[in-house]
């Protein structure tokens, strides 16, 4: 009897032991796979991160780890996959109210994923009862992606329950000002941002855009002048408005502040596009084309801005001839080009 006893006893400690070598190799192989695709997220290999992902679809999802789930996701986000991303979020739904790392990550998936989404990131936010900055950021960005009234009305819940501690983070303040100018109220977004006694570049850029999106230009213009040392998106932001105003007096501050502007800001392309757009809304054709032809780093939104102040100048036919110079324009240059002489 006790011999059969001790023969039971033994097997159940060898079954035992396998299950539980088993699973010690389960965790190695989720940690390869996870270290694996965060080496390609790492590289911006998102792609081929999902492979990997796929190759080992076959296995249950639920035993993957945190680390796999949350690259996975990664990499959907940056691709910007929502199909893929949302499928992963049905698998493993389960799991989201048990796993921070995970609910953080569909969080971010939502919020950076266009076609009205990130109301599904404001969804899983509510589910959270203490986030953290970063997913606070996130539910900004939500809501500044949202625009609408119940992103308004949550921007400002979320602000006022937040600890006050996080008012000094310039990031969330910058994600706030953005949401708020988003979905329309300057007067709030005026008010926090007047009460911030550590504003940041970053800051000042969401006064900026917001002000330009809400058809102030002039109180972009103003704000900027109070900046000490612009960085390359806030000079940027200043050419847009003086852009959108298109009057000899931004066509005087585009000029004066080009003279000031860092030389080294003048290989930045997005700027000198800027810088060519507010030129020929305010009507200075020679100054533009000056610019244009001393620039030896010609991209397709420079020819793009000097084309479409062409049309709006009432000079085709110099819009025409600078298109043809284009080397081997691609059927979305083609696509614009046409849209340009369309809409002015």
Known sequence: MNHFISI??????????KV????????????DLGNEMKSCNDKKQFKKALELFDKHMKNNIETYSSLVITQA?????????????????????????????????????????KNNIPMKAIDL???????????IIFVFNACAALGTSEALDLTKKTLEKMSKSLYSN?????SVLDALMKCGDVKYAESVFNSSTNKDLSMYGAMMKGYIENNDPEKAIELFKQVKNPS????????????????????DLTKKTLEKMPKSFYSNSYILSSVLDALMKCGDIKHAESIFNSSTN??????????????KNNCPEKAINLFKQIENPSEVNLIVFFLMLVLN
Do not use: W
Not at 21 to 30: D, E, G, V
Not at 298 to 311: Q, R
């Open 170 to 174: 310039s990031y969330i303040l910058s």
């Open 73 to 113: 996701l990664k990499a959907c986000t940056h691709i910007k996959d929502f199909q893929r991303g949302s499928d992963i979020h049905h698998l493993i739904s389960s799991r989201i109210q048990h796993d921070f790392h995970i609910l953080t990550s569909l969080i971010h998936f939502y919020s950076y994923i």
């Open 125 to 135: 936010f509510n589910k959270i009862e203490n986030p953290d900055k970063v997913i």
């Open 20 to 31: 539980f070598i088993k699973y010690l190799s389960t965790i190695q192989s989720n940690f």
């Open 8 to 17: 039971k006893l033994i097997n159940y400690r060898v079954t035992s032991m």
């Open 298 to 311: 010609k991209v397709f939104s420079m020819y793009g801005a000097m084309i479409k102040g062409y049309t």
């Open 232 to 251: 390359e998106v806030v000079f940027n932001l200043f050419f847009n408005a003086c852009a959108t105003l298109g009057t000899s007096e931004s066509l």
